[in-house]
């Protein structure tokens, strides 16, 4: 991650851009679907639960 990817909040807290925050919804869900057994057709609810993680974890 470079120093450009982090953005600093109103607080000073440094956040994540759009891009990277993306791609680490894209390999929490790829690690959910995995966990999973590999099933096809969730790949929305494994997104949509990657999301929520993700988000989380950003603002703590």
Known sequence: ??????????????????????????????????QRGREHGKDLDDWLEAEKIVKKKERN
């Open 1 to 34: 991650m470079t120093k450009e990817t982090r953005l600093r909040n109103s607080k000073g807290k440094a956040r994540v851009d759009q891009q990277t925050l993306n791609e680490m919804i894209e390999k929490k869900a790829y690690e959910i679907y995995e």
